[in-house]
């Protein structure tokens, strides 16, 4: 998913192509004016834009086999009943579209 669309009305919404986010954006547009003879103030903030960042998972250590029955790894790092692996996120850079040209 590299394109997103805002409307201050409801949550981003992500699509695979710039026209799909573009005709979501004319939609959200066209239903602010099914609403009544007056622009509302936030259509303005409708907007679509590139995706250029996702978080990524780094640094993943998966749970021990080895733990005593407190949750204690030979190390003497505690592990929570409920976690399968730890792990960090940080934001990668996705590749540039082929369809977008820089200035």
Known sequence: MRYFMHDPESSPEFFET?????????AAIAMRREIGDE?????????VGVVTHIAHQVNR???P??????????????WDSHADYTCEYV?????????IVAP
């Open 18 to 26: 710039e026209a799909e986010a573009l005709a979501a954006a004319a």
């Open 39 to 47: 622009w509302p103030d936030d259509v303005d903030e409708i907007c």
């Open 61 to 63: 250590v998966d749970r």
């Open 65 to 78: 086999a080895d733990l005593d029955d407190d949750g204690y790894a030979p190390d003497g790092e505690y």
């Open 91 to 99: 934001m990668q850079a996705l590749p540039v579209p082929e369809t």
